[in-house]
């Protein structure tokens, strides 16, 4: 059965700082992997998404990921965090789009 | 650009009452999927429907059903309304099943009394 994990439930950065989430998933075969980004009282924004190809995958507001598969991860990463960063951060992985599994989502906290 | 319509945005209800949320998905769309968010979750996905046929079931309970109309929007309905039902209800919507990428709408929030 697919599932994901995200290891860290909180995480602060300062402002500027780097950025690393985590995400482990558990699937059979070649997943699709989606980083989505939730403020509060929000509905979820795609960030980016892995189906296949470069391992390294861009995303929206200078967000990236890569994917390893000896790790079975798809970890977010981000060179300098913005205040406006601050939100919860969901990965997702499914054999396509239609059936996705979420992990518990990673809340992004921000220090001036 | 138009986005995924909820509505209403925020809903209460008593126990054993009904709900009906609705969902109208980006023009031109033809798959919605319905989510829900428990208080500090992740989202859990519940049915999805593509061209007004189920297309997949996830962990929606039997209290629940959903259709997907001529028009492509979608309404979930909801009975014996219970305290756990209180949640954030996503709706999503994409073109082509499977798709590449489900835009969220800004969800229903359910409050079960």
């Known amino acids: 059965a697919q599932s994901v994990t995200q290891p860290d439930i909180h995480i602060t950065v300062s402002e500027g700082a780097s950025l690393e989430l985590r995400c482990n998933y558990s699937y059979g075969a070649t997943p699709y992997l989606f980083w989505y980004v939730q403020s509060p009282g929000q509905g979820l924004q795609l960030l980016l998404k892995y189906f296949s190809g470069d391992t390294l995958v861009q995303g929206i507001k200078g967000f990236e990921a890569e994917f390893k598969r000896s790790q079975s991860s798809f970890n977010l990463r981000k060179p300098s965090v913005h205040w406006s960063d601050a939100a919860e951060y969901f990965c997702?992985?499914?054999?396509?789009?239609?059936?996705?599994?979420f992990g518990a989502g990673t809340r992004l906290t921000v220090k001036p | 650009a138009a986005g995924v319509i909820q509505s209403p945005r925020h809903l209460i209800k008593e126990k054993r009452e009904t709900a009906t949320l609705k969902c109208y998905p980006i023009p031109r769309h033809d798959t919605v999927y319905w989510y829900q968010q428990g208080p500090g979750q992740d989202p859990q996905f519940l049915i999805s429907?593509?061209?007004?046929?189920?297309?997949d079931k996830g962990s929606i309970p039997d209290r629940f059903s959903a259709q997907q109309f001529s028009d492509y929007h979608s309404e979930l309905n909801m009975s014996s309304l219970e305290l756990g039902d209180s949640a954030l209800y996503f709706c999503?919507?994409?073109?082509?099943?499977?798709?590449?990428?489900?835009?969220f709408g800004p969800g229903t929030r359910l409050t079960v009394t």
């Open positions: 997702a992985v499914g054999p396509n789009n239609n059936d996705m599994r």
């Open positions: 429907f593509y061209e007004k046929m189920q297309s």
């Open positions: 999503a919507s994409s073109r082509g099943s499977p798709s590449s990428e489900q835009y």
